[in-house]
């Protein structure tokens, strides 16, 4: 796995998308393995500055800039500012190849993904005080994108998708439709398929 991630990384260092194609890389890492010794928490990825004003604790978020609830991978971080050279993941990949092991089973996201932006953002660890709003449609647009199988909405792959569900009544509606598609999540096809008939 790790010799293919390598090749991969090696193949494609000189393409001109290379910079922002080389930061799925760092996600994957985060999301495909796992520290052998639970105090051991991957290093920061050094692509730019976060736009966060804070930083989380590193034992609340260890997978910053990423959360992994009930197995399902979220982006915490709205973006980051660029400026200079941007870390290669190379060493991110020795450290998983030192310090850590592949997940031994796939992720078992849950059949009601979409319950778990409220859970996040009103759990004891969300650092975030301020933009609510914004956090919770950044959240609600990947979550989207998870159930698009079952659940397709024009226009989720869009950027300024999350600025749609910030709109008074849109997030609950989604809740509503998905609720009502009594979707469950198929671990053969790894997808979500509905139950109704």
């Known amino acids: 796995m790790l010799a293919g991630l390598r090749e991969y990384c090696r193949l494609n260092a000189s393409d001109d998308l290379w910079p922002s194609e080389s930061t799925k890389i760092f996600l994957l890492l985060r999301v495909l393995f796992i520290p052998t010794d639970t105090g051991t928490h991957f290093p920061p990825i050094q692509i730019g500055k976060p736009t966060d004003t804070e930083t989380p ?85 990947q979550l989207l994108r998870l159930v698009r199988a079952v659940y397709a909405i024009p226009g989720v792959d869009e950027q300024r998708f999350s600025s749609f569900l910030e709109a008074a009544g849109v997030w609950s509606e989604c809740v509503k439709t998905f609720q009502r598609l009594d979707a469950r999540w198929d671990e053969q096809r790894n997808t979500y398929v509905s139950r109704m008939k």
């Open 57 to 141: 604790p590193a034992d609340d978020f260890p997978l910053y800039p990423l959360v992994l609830m009930e197995d399902v991978p979220l982006l915490i971080v709205s973006g980051y500012f660029t400026g200079g050279l941007m870390e290669e993941p190379f060493s991110h990949l020795d450290f998983c190849e030192r310090h850590c092991q592949l997940r031994s089973a796939p992720l078992r996201p849950p059949d009601n993904p979409l319950a778990l932006v409220d859970s996040l953002l009103n759990s004891e660890k969300w650092y975030r005080k301020e933009g609510k709003a914004q956090d919770h449609a950044m959240l609600g647009a």
